[in-house]
């Protein structure tokens, strides 16, 4: 069986389900601006696709970081989770949003933008977080420390949608 689904187990698609879509509660909440469609929505978001794309991405890290020892061996994890969660993963976690808020009009190239911006600003608190994800939990539990983390940044990335889009 493949990385992919030996990942994609019922404990990491509870653990998406509620933590993705208590993070992107709070961000609403935070905006005045709660729908319980992109609730659900998010829930489902973190079950389905990011329990099973995240987890595996992890393995393949430690995979392909194994051999590599010391400060070298952090750094490369910190680094490859970095830029898992790019720009582009942004822009679709935002263009998730947009459909679940029933915004589709507002899908466009201008999430490319706001996403790039909300990479950018967060640079150091994304290092950090990963740092930790990637360095101090044991593997069975970095999507659930990556989960609340995204938890807190989809706090910031609903916020940079009105702050950089």
Same mark, same amino acid.
Request: glycine fraction near 8%.
């Given at each position: @069986?493949? +990385? *992919?689904?030996? $990942?994609?187990t019922r404990t990491n698609?509870? =653990? ?6 208590? #993070? ?7 905006? #005045?601006?709660? *729908?319980?469609?992109? @609730?659900?929505?998010? @829930? +489902? ?6 329990? !099973?794309?995240?987890?595996? &991405?992890?393995?393949?890290?430690? =995979?392909? +970081?194994?051999?590599? !020892? ?6 490369? =994890? ?5 830029? &898992? ?6 822009? =679709? ?7 679940? %808020?029933? /915004?589709?009009?507002?899908?466009? %190239?201008?999430?490319?933008? $706001?996403?790039?911006? %909300? ?9 950090? #977080? ?15 420390? %990556?989960a609340i983390f995204s938890? !807190? +940044? /989809? ?9 950089? #889009?």
């Amino acid at each position: @069986m493949n +990385t *992919l689904f030996k $990942t994609y187990t019922r404990t990491n698609i509870l =653990r998406g389900a509620i933590v993705y879509a208590v #993070g992107d509660g709070v961000a609403m909440l935070i905006l #005045g601006k709660f *729908l319980i469609w992109r @609730m659900l929505g998010m @829930m +489902t978001i973190g079950a389905v696709i990011y329990a !099973l794309e995240i987890p595996a &991405y992890f393995a393949w890290i430690s =995979r392909k +970081t194994a051999h590599v !020892l010391g400060w070298k061996g952090a750094l490369a =994890r910190t680094a490859l989770a970095w830029l &898992y969660f790019n720009p582009l993963w942004i822009a =679709r976690h935002l263009a998730f949003v947009k459909i679940f %808020s029933g /915004a589709w009009n507002e899908i466009s %190239s201008a999430l490319l933008l $706001t996403a790039w911006y %909300s990479f950018l600003g967060s640079i150091p608190i994304s290092l950090a #977080g990963n740092f930790l994800i990637q360095n101090i939990l044991p593997e069975k539990h970095r999507f659930l420390g %990556s989960a609340i983390f995204s938890g !807190l +940044t /989809a706090i910031y990335y609903a916020l940079s949608s009105v702050w950089f #889009g």
